[in-house]
């Protein structure tokens, strides 16, 4: 399922964090990557671009990362993307809200390669055996 | 209203004292000694008016209480126990308003007086800038590490590749599988290799160099953060003492909790986070997704 070619959103609002996000992708084998500053931008980029992985941070202005979760699982046509979220929201009830809202996975800041490679897998993995 | 102001007076404090006295006199209290002259009522300073006022209120209330206590004494002209109930109803809500109007003259005048407020107030337009220097440094400091990182990756995939090419090419060397033209080859491309070696190490070590001094940035924020710091204490101590003197317990709010709250600080003691990424993922296993 993992396919080289898949092509990621990848939705922060601090440009470093998506270049990081960016490169341990590229290191993981997926340079189609696509960035978004906020859940907006993200929400106009997911109508125009045929995505196949959204990777998002939760605070963020103007949309935060929960809200455009909302939305994509709102979309009929978006709905089945995969949702990782990458976010230093450590709270637990951040994460059972989050994972009651559909995201597929939820890694906390700071993060290893290892972990989001990890979750990738996972991710693949459910979305294989559908 | 009363109508004799004395236009010359230049201190309208007059004007507040009748207003407060039209409104103490309200309920039947008796005698003239209800209504007190105020004991500081000097036309100077600018809290006069609130000295006066303070006072009018806080002297009403003992006045009040230390001539009539709960029962209504002999020769008093009350007129029954409804009259008595609701002058000490009066009583309470002027003495609730002179204890807050004492604090809130004092807490003004102790802010005015070492100037702490003024000084946070005159501050903040630097910690804006402060905190503007901040985000510039740390994201130049990341700028600067991305960009090394981004020039030494292929440098080192370039060697890590030459580097297996060569190996399987000598381990057919070893296995007599090259002939000797092949074999000069081979020494000519490993030759070749070791220059490039250096060159690329060289290159790379100058981008660990570049790593490393992109962390200046840790000291110079580090001051500015230590001083900004220092600021918000100062600022939340002064702004908590205000709020904790004039606001009455059952109107403090209950703490806030919302759903943005950023990267936990001190999870120590606190059962409401986690802290690393395997609470997570047994958090989620346990609620089953």
Known sequence: ?130 | MTKKLKSDDGNDSDELQALFDSIASAPSRPGPQSIPKPSVNDAGGDDSELQALFDAVASEFEVGRGEAPIEPGPGSDRGGGADADAGRRADLVFNRIGVMTRQVHDTLGALGADGTLHEAVKAMPDVRQRLDYITQMTEQAASRVLNATDIAKPLQDAVAGDAATLERKWERLYANELSVEEFKALADETRGFIGRVGRSSKATRDQLLEIMMAQDFQDLTGQVIKRVVELAQMLESELLGVLLEVTPPEKRLPKRAGLMNGPVINARGRDDVVTSQEQVDDLLDSLGF
């Not at chain 1, 080289?4 to 996000?21: A, E, G, H, Q, Y």
């Not at chain 1, 696509?34 to 997911?46: I, P, R, S, Y």
């Not at chain 1, 994972?99 to 990890?118: D, R």
């Open chain 1, 1 to 130: 399922m993992s396919d080289p070619k898949m092509k990621f959103l990848v939705v922060d609002d601090f440009s470093t964090m998506r270049r990081i996000v960016r490169n341990l992708l590229k290191e993981l084998g997926f340079s189609n990557v696509d960035e978004a500053e906020d859940g907006v931008v993200a929400l106009q980029k997911l109508e125009a671009g045929d995505f196949d992985f959204v990777v998002t941070d939760w605070n963020m202005p103007n949309m935060d990362g929960l809200t455009l979760l909302q939305r994509i699982r709102q979309s009929p046509s978006h709905k089945h993307l995969p949702v990782l979220m990458i976010t230093a929201e450590a709270k637990k009830e951040n994460i059972i809200a989050a994972a009651q809202a559909g995201a597929s996975g939820y890694i906390v800041k700071p993060f290893t390669a290892a972990t989001l490679s990890e979750k990738l897998d996972k991710i693949f993995e459910k979305m294989g055996k559908k």
